[in-house]
């Protein structure tokens, strides 16, 4: 009796506790867009009513179509709460005004949450609601702070933190009125960088990180890079059916991209592309001021003021729709009445239809051709105005550089002078009076047979070597009989014997010698790369490639050591340091490359022209 009550107990507590977890689990894998593990677990779940819901939330999710809510009058908060996310996400995928009931059926969910004191679905409640602000405020709006905040006091692992980052990524990079970033995005895309340093290759996120990445490249102007994070991460799209949006975006981003490089005919196509995807006004007004910006650098004048004026008109409707969901923000959350909220609705299309009416007339009125040069003038000030500034910068750029190399210059030509005088003052003077001391020792060693003398003289030969090679090592490096090539072998050579590090020297189409001065400079900056790979990288290895093309030399510097963080790189306490190696390849008009992965090691490119 007694072991049968226990069994009985035991299986009351798994069931209890089985259904607590995968609800939850549920809920955990949706909020990390675990879209079909969320389905499978959702299979498991006891509770009919429970299961039935998380099942219709999991593939609305999954196929981003609304799902039947069913007649379910259950009081349980679990289905209440899931009953809230589905006609939240039901509402905005019909879009429009639809997009205030999404809104409050996601904060009905939320409170729900609260009540139950369950954080799992709090999270899944403030992603409904942040998605929707995501896709639906437009520029400078603020509300929602709020929400993000929320989230940020419950995040509890690396998923919520790489959520956060990305909300906070899209809504910190529009909520300037003057289009201008906000002053914490970098800040944000860097914590995002570390966090995904640590991840595998196929977290499920990496495609938003690949778009966040492109965006932040092209604000910083350098529009290669940002095609080729555009281009990965639609590649990671095309097998997510969740990310057709992203997709998308990725394809706008291209074409504007591509007009930015000058590139009119790729910037066409994936315009042409993105209409074909294109799905409310929000798309439309980026697709048409995108087309004005093409004709316009086409001289086409009049297919510019065509989609100039359709994107000035989307664009208006777009700020009516930002404040109507932004009053609603405001108000809904206070509304029990439906009949108050189907006023709102009615009134709003009223509104929307009256100033539709409005600004078609006006656009009517002003005409094409005032429109057409109010844009001319106003685009002609600011390129000037941003020619003459950066003109200012580049003088300012150009004279803190020529101060830079200047010093470079004095540092290397001091060190080479102090070089030039210790080996004088080794082989002329103390070399000197060394082979007269080997001289006067060989006249006593021959009246003199003593074991001990002839070890002395040994000894001497052996300390008469060492002030020569010392002499030799403290010249410029590059003999009058070697070059570059020859002097860089020998260094490898001694480096490898001492067994400190593996040096390898490979050429390929190396001819003659080049002016001294650059041989000289060159064979410095080998020397010092070497040697910092000996001081810091910790390598078994480093490999040394000098390849000559035509009018170019390229050097390359591989280590299998540590690697390292440029960005936390000390320049060198004892050498140029790598700062002063860089400015240095610039004042010979090259290009000095690094990259370093942390414990994989370090490869340094120079291109030089010769």
Not at 280 to 308: G, V
Not at 417 to 432: F, I, P, T, W
Not at 443 to 452: E, I, L, N, Y
Request: aromatic share 8%.
């Amino acid at each position: 009796m007694c072991k049968s009550l226990i069994i009985f107990l035991m299986f009351i507590f798994i069931q209890q506790g089985e259904k607590d977890i995968t609800t939850e689990t549920v809920l955990v894998n949706l909020k990390n867009r675990q879209y079909e593990n969320a389905l499978k677990i959702s299979e498991k779940i006891k509770n009919d009513s429970v299961r039935s819901y998380c099942i219709k939330l999991s593939n609305l999710r999954i196929h981003k179509k609304p799902v039947d809510l069913g007649t379910n009058t259950s009081k349980n908060k679990d289905v209440l709460f899931l009953k809230k996310m589905i006609a939240g996400y039901n509402a905005q995928l019909l879009g429009g005004d639809s997009t205030i009931i999404a809104y409050q059926e996601f904060s009905k969910a939320l409170a729900i949450s609260e009540s139950l004191g369950n954080i799992a679905y709090t999270k899944t409640a403030l992603i409904g609601i942040l998605d929707l602000l995501k896709e639906e405020i437009f520029i400078g709006s603020k509300q929602f702070e709020l929400y993000l905040n929320y989230f940020d006091d419950i995040k509890a692992d690396i998923e919520d933190e790489i959520i956060l980052l990305l909300y906070q990524l899209v809504f910190y990079s529009k909520a300037n009125q003057e289009l201008k970033v906000d002053f914490n995005y970098f800040d944000y895309v860097l914590k995002l960088d570390s966090i995904f340093n640590q991840l595998s290759d196929t977290h499920i996120l990496y495609p938003v990180y690949f778009h966040e990445k492109g965006i932040e490249a092209k604000i910083k102007g350098d529009y290669s890079l940002a095609e080729y994070y555009f281009i990965k991460s639609n590649s990671l799209c095309k097998s997510k059916l969740d990310f057709k949006s992203l997709k998308n975006s990725n394809i706008w981003q291209l074409a504007d991209t591509k007009l930015l490089q000058g590139d009119l005919r790729a910037s066409k196509k994936y315009l042409e592309q993105s209409r074909t995807t294109s799905k409310d006004l929000k798309d439309q007004f980026y697709d048409d001021r995108l087309a004005a910006d093409i004709f316009a650098t086409e001289a086409k004048h009049d297919s510019a003021y065509f989609y100039l004026n359709r994107s000035l008109v989307a664009e208006y409707n777009l700020g009516y729709k930002n404040n109507t969901l932004e009053s609603s923000l405001l108000a809904v959350e206070n509304q029990t009445d439906k009949l108050k909220l189907d006023q709102i609705i009615s009134e709003n299309k009223r509104k929307s239809t009256q100033n539709w009416l409005i600004v078609t007339t006006l656009a009517l009125v002003f005409g094409a051709g005032f429109a057409l040069l109010l844009q001319k003038n106003t685009t002609k000030k600011r390129l000037l105005a941003e020619q003459e500034t950066q003109l200012k910068q580049e003088r300012v750029d150009n004279l803190l550089k020529q101060q830079e190399l200047v010093s470079i210059d004095a540092m290397i030509e001091g060190q080479e002078k102090e070089r030039q005088r210790v080996a004088n003052e080794l082989h002329d003077d103390l070399g000197s009076l060394m082979a007269t001391i080997k001289l006067h020792f060989n006249t006593v060693k021959s009246k003199f047979k003593d074991p001990a003398l002839h070890q002395a003289e040994t000894l001497l030969e052996e300390a008469y070597q060492k002030v020569r090679g010392m002499a030799h090592s403290k010249n410029s490096g590059v003999m009058s009989d070697q070059g570059l090539l020859p002097a860089i072998k020998k260094m490898a050579q001694v480096i490898t014997e001492t067994n400190a590090l593996q040096v390898t020297v490979e050429d390929f189409g190396m001819g003659d010698r080049l002016e001294n001065s650059l041989e000289l400079s060159l064979f410095r900056t080998v020397q010092e790369l070497v040697a910092n790979a000996i001081k810091h990288a910790e390598a078994t290895t480093l490999n040394i490639q000098l390849t000559q093309h035509k009018d170019t030399l390229n050097i390359i510097v591989e280590d299998n050591g540590k690697g390292f963080d440029r960005t936390n790189a000390v320049k060198g306490k004892n050498g140029m340091g790598l700062t002063n190696i860089e400015k240095r390849i610039e004042h010979l008009e090259g290009h000095f490359t690094i990259d370093s992965v942390l414990g994989k090691g370090t490869s340094i490119l120079i291109d030089i022209p010769i």
